[in-house]
């Protein structure tokens, strides 16, 4: 039924891809599932599960080759950043080709290869401007109704879970002997996925909304402000310190861009200094748990982290070169003695064994070896200086984008440090926004060369002169 009447309404719009772009964004950090290939071996991996967002994603490639292909009569694009992210991606299939856990790596290596995929297709398939305004009303509509849901979250103090959805049975937080808080997951698995999920909309709704509204137009700042509201607030609510100092981060580098470009001005960004203490003294206030989050116990979460360090150390030093294989980090936990573990409990110990390294380079590190997680960690660094890329942004709304887009990598460069991504939700929104960074910055430089066109053909003897950025100070 929902099928019939996805294709009835795309039929009706006459608009498909511009309806499916809608369904990838809005869909995105929805996390209902089908398990396709389960975890069910006696060592965990991810498995295979796809997700209502994978779903709209192959959608959108396919209506997207076709007219490439039969219409357009050319083929797809593949350019160096296309080559250098498929180099990392056959890393990650030879490390499942060899892994121990046999097809169960291989639905893993499948599982990131979605995530890979939506990186391709957001850097290309997304050209029209009718596309870019569907992307971000889709990104804007769906931080507005999780808003909502996490509020009903948080005043029930129930997970309230979608359909179909992994998410966990409870978010109770214990402060050691002061009390406890309860978590909200949103619309994604854990309280921890879902700060994730705003560390990649707070700096782009912070880039948009310093823009002020004589650079856009006032729909678009007042959207920017009310998501950066329901961002804010669902990211308070997730406790989670590492989401905080990571979007803390991704912040301070987009004001630092928009000072350099002279878009922000000293005093302005002291006035938003003075306001942000006012607002985050008002909220303590309001909800001291955020306090105690940073003040208070919390229930061994950075032991159990540093343990589970030296656990991921202590794998890696058994095959430094090329790991224990995709997939294969819980195996190898079993298998391997970390020094750490001499120093706990045999329950405690159970109970991490059970668990991975929360920190994706060292889990890189583990299952496919240092060399390769210094490649991916290279590779995501590389990302950051595309905006740079584009000597002359015409439009500001695009430049904007670019530049909360690095915000967000940024923010996901710490978070990496500090949580256990694996091939699951969170890897996916991280190559989703990639694609779409690459994306802004190709229509960037597309701009960028009909303007000089434009400037040579009515005045070839002067340069073209910037619509957007004034000179860096310096």
Not at 103 to 113: D, E, K
Not at 261 to 289: E, H, N
Not at 327 to 332: I, L, V
Request: aromatic share 10%; with cysteine.
């Amino acid at each position: 039924m929902l099928l019939f009447g996805t294709a009835a309404l795309l039929a009706w719009t006459g608009r498909p891809q511009w309806l499916l772009v809608g369904a990838v964004f809005f869909t995105a950090p929805i996390d209902i599932s089908k398990a396709l290939v389960p975890p069910i071996a006696q060592f965990y991996s991810p498995g295979l599960y796809l997700t209502v967002g994978h779903v709209a994603l192959l959608g959108l490639t396919l209506l997207w080759l076709a007219r490439r292909l039969l219409v357009q009569r050319r083929l797809p694009p593949f350019g160096r950043a296309d080559a250098a992210v498929l180099v990392f991606l056959a890393l990650v299939w030879f490390g499942a080709l060899r892994s121990p856990q046999g097809g169960l790596a291989i639905a893993s290596a499948l599982s990131y290869s979605l995530a890979v995929l939506a990186f391709y297709v957001a850097s290309h398939a997304i050209d029209d401007p009718a596309d870019w305004r569907m992307l971000l009303r889709a990104s804007v509509a769906v931080v507005l109704v999780q808003a909502v849901w996490v509020a009903l979250q948080f005043v029930t103090k129930l997970p309230l879970a979608l359909p179909g959805s992994k998410s966990q049975t409870g978010g109770e937080l214990r402060f050691g002997g002061e009390g406890f808080a309860f978590r909200p997951s949103g619309f994604l698995e854990h309280p921890n996925a879902l700060a994730d999920h705003m560390t990649l909309v707070i700096p782009v709704a912070l880039a948009l909304l310093l823009l002020g509204r004589r650079r856009l137009p006032a729909l678009v700042w007042w959207a920017a402000l009310l998501t950066l509201g329901a961002a804010a607030f669902q990211l308070l609510l997730s406790l989670s310190r590492g989401g905080w100092l990571s979007t803390v981060a991704g912040c301070l580098l987009v004001i630092a861009v928009y000072w350099r470009r002279g878009l922000v001005r000293t005093r302005q960004i002291a006035a938003l200094a003075a306001l942000t203490v006012v607002a985050v003294a008002v909220v303590i206030a309001a909800y001291p748990s955020i306090l105690l989050r940073l003040t208070g116990g919390d229930d061994r979460a950075l032991e159990s982290r540093s343990i589970l360090n030296n656990q991921a150390l202590a794998i890696i030093r058994t095959a430094p070169l090329a790991g224990v294989g995709f997939g294969a980090y819980n195996r190898a936990a079993y298998e391997t003695i970390a020094p750490a573990f001499a120093l706990i409990s045999p329950e405690y110990q159970q109970s991490l064994l059970r668990l991975v390294v929360h920190n994706h380079y060292l889990l890189l590190a583990a299952e496919l070896g240092i060399p390769t997680a210094a490649y991916f960690a290279l590779l995501l660094l590389a990302f950051l200086r595309l905006p740079w890329t584009v000597r002359r942004w015409q439009d500001p709304a695009m430049y904007a984008l670019a530049i909360g887009l690095i915000g967000a990598l940024l923010a996901q460069l710490i978070f990496l440090n500090s949580d256990n991504y694996y091939a699951d939700i969170r890897v996916y929104l991280l190559w989703l926004m990639l694609g779409v960074l690459r994306g802004a910055c190709r229509n960037g430089r597309r701009d960028e060369a009909a303007g000089d066109a434009e400037a040579g053909a009515s005045a070839p003897a002067e340069p073209a002169t910037p619509r957007l950025l004034p000179a860096p100070r310096g």
